[in-house]
């Protein structure tokens, strides 16, 4: 199993990040058949004020720039980026890859 760990910073509206967190209450099913499908094994976002935190485990052979641009075509998936894209603290057509921040692991 391969763990990657990228950060994001939303809007500072505590409205919008409310309507964020209910929005990933509710994350549609061709969503998360998607992160399946390019081998996402599980998938958790954790907040801190405006900063988010995300854990992705996935299978071994994930290969972050490639699986990244396979999901990016699949079923709904600009339609979701677009969507949370309004809470997110960057440009409205920023992809994925540019709005969440890869992190280094040190420990």
């Not at 990040?17 to 509710?26: L, N, Q, T, V």
């Not at 309004?86 to 040190?106: N, T």
């Amino acid at each position: 199993m391969k763990r990657y760990c990228q950060t994001l910073e939303l809007v500072d509206d505590p409205v919008m990040i409310e309507k964020y967190c209910e929005a990933h209450a509710h994350v549609w099913p061709e969503i998360q058949a998607g992160q399946r499908e390019v081998g996402i094994l599980d998938m958790q976002i954790y907040r801190k004020g405006t900063h988010l935190f995300m854990i992705c485990d996935t299978v071994d052979d994930f290969d972050w720039e490639r699986d990244m641009a396979r999901l990016a075509t699949l079923p709904r998936q600009a339609e979701w980026e677009a969507f949370v894209s309004q809470f997110q603290g960057c440009r409205p057509d920023a992809r994925s890859e540019e709005k969440w921040q890869l992190m280094d692991r040190i420990y």
